[in-house]
């Protein structure tokens, strides 16, 4: 509540101002003057000039606060730049003996309260001097209570200085208190948030980064504050250093930008937005923000977006197809199959009457899985337990003639039930499908893991919130991987590298799940695939849907 600096400021122009008047006044009345207080007013006048702007210059080229020697040294000056004025304008009849209370009021503001009273006991000590000895009178009764009158200004303005420290001191504890608070509000916010913080000196020295951008990157947040961010995760995100050094270079903010960090489980995706913190204007004092996330599970849950878009219309192109051959190829069948029969067909004619009806056959099944991947739709919503359809389903694949009979099969489900709402036949068909592609996918001697497990709400995917929660089914094999090339369009219809396979395996599993309105992610190297399915453990009723 008391700035020193800002009353000694001032007191700098009413220093000013009073050697500038007395030295204007003695100029006005320099025939009638005194010679001897002409020369002392121009003496006043130069000194206070020189003094000020001195005091002014150690005052703000000084980086910390100036200390009691400064102020003490101030008013020492000004209680002798107001003796001299009272000196010249008459001693114990001047008006300007008042002066004194303003210098004694003002050095018990900036200094503590015994100080005051030490100012105001040097100033009797200098008013007395100069009303006795300069002028000769005698210290009489106006004396004695001008000099009273200056104990008690420094006595009350200290006092009262002292009360307005005492509440600033209390204001400011309140102030530093509410100021902490905020402090680790924050940084519980920038602890706990899932998006990475960084900020960079113009040097390129990292400033602050908040723990998931250390978790991210790689390297201990506190530890690194200092470190040029080159050394840092130059290697690791190149896009990210090379987005915050164009920021502070060019002083631009960047929105939307995507670039690629090599976590330790591979290569991810980020979204990235920087902005600027001019701090004075000049190049060191500008600084560069990023906030930057890992937008993996939003990426996934757009591909799953566009998949379920093109599967749906593929669905309603195979419906129709399946619908106009069908028939016409069961004709055709039963009229080859009835020319067969007939006493005058050859061999050979019956031989190509055979090899029609068999690939008719083959036609026709194909066909009846165009159908089921265009017809997979929830029938009967019931409330069906995850664990046991699993287990089902699984035990199904490992012994089923098109897997490998040397494949260990692990299924790992909690003991308790995790109740799940849907169609229980067409789960199981999602679930048989992935886990006989696992079977068919591990080596010789190979192994598959499947795990089913609740997911609590903090571990779902950025943007997906199933009411009541989720439940997780995961297929691992340790076969050879999917290819890249592969790994883009596995979903697409009639997309296979099996021998014989339509192609359509996968497409009725994204198919099963998406009407359940779950999820299914691949995740794939050089060596194992895992599949994860997620599903809402409540299914919405009609009315809720959107």
Known sequence: MLDS?????????????????????????????NPTNTRL??????????????????????PERTGRAFFYLQTLFDLILVTATVHITGGASSPFAALYILVIAYASLVLPIGSGLLVAAFGNVLYIGDVVWSHG??????????????????????????????????????LEAQLERVRLQADDVLRTIRSGILTVEHNGALAFANPAAGRMLGFEPVQAIGTPIRELFGDKA?????????????????????????????????????????????????????????????????????????????????????????????????????????????EDARTLAALIIRESDRLSRLLSEFL?????????????????????????????????????????????????????????????????????????????????????????PVGVSFERGAASVRITDDGPGIPAAVRAKMFDPFVTTKPGGTGLGLPIVHRAIEAHRGLVFVDSGSSGTRFTVLLPRRQPKPEESP
């Not at 004695?144 to 420290?165: D, H, P, S, Y």
């Not at 290569?267 to 560069?288: K, Q, V, Y």
């Open 372 to 460: 089921d991947f265009a017809r997979t739709r929830v029938t009967r919503i019931a409330e069906v337990d995850l664990g046991d359809l699993v287990k089902g389903a699984v035990k199904l694949a490992a012994t089923h003639p098109d897997g490998h009979k040397r494949v260990r099969v692990s299924c790992a489900t909690p003991t308790h039930g995790i109740p799940v709402e849907g169609d229980e036949d067409l789960l199981h068909r999602a679930v048989f499908n992935i886990a006989l592609n696992a079977v068919q996918a591990a080596r010789d001697d190979g192994h598959v893991w499947v795990e089913v497990a609740s997911v609590p709400p903090e571990q779902l």
């Open 5 to 33: 600096r800002r009353i000694v400021r001032w007191a700098y122009i009413g220093r000013l101002s009073l050697s500038a008047a007395i030295f204007s006044a003695a100029l006005f009345a320099w025939e009638i003057a």
């Open 238 to 346: 190149p896009v990210l250093v090379q987005a915050l050094e164009r920021t502070i270079r060019d002083r631009i903010r960047i929105s939307r930008w995507e670039a690629t960090i090599a976590g330790e489980g591979g290569p991810f995706p980020i979204g990235l937005n920087t902005t600027t913190i001019d701090a004075d204007g000049t190049p060191e004092g500008i600084s560069a923000t990023a906030i930057f996330q890992d937008i993996t599970d939003s990426k996934r849950l757009e591909e799953l977006r566009l998949r379920a878009e093109r599967l749906e219309g593929v669905a309603e192109l195979s419906a129709s197809l399946a619908h106009e051959i069908k028939n016409p190829l069961a004709s055709i069948r039963s009229a080859v199959e009835q020319l067969s029969r007939v006493p005058q067909t050859t």
């Open 41 to 62: 007013a121009a003496l006043m006048l130069v000194g206070a000039m020189i003094f000020t702007v001195g005091s002014a210059w150690f005052e703000m080229t000084r």
């Open 137 to 174: 009178h005698d210290i009489g009764a106006s004396v004695w209570l001008q000099l009273a009158i200056f104990a008690l200004a420094a006595l009350g303005t200290g006092v009262l200085a002292a009360r307005m420290r005492e509440a600033g001191a209390g204001h400011a504890l309140q």
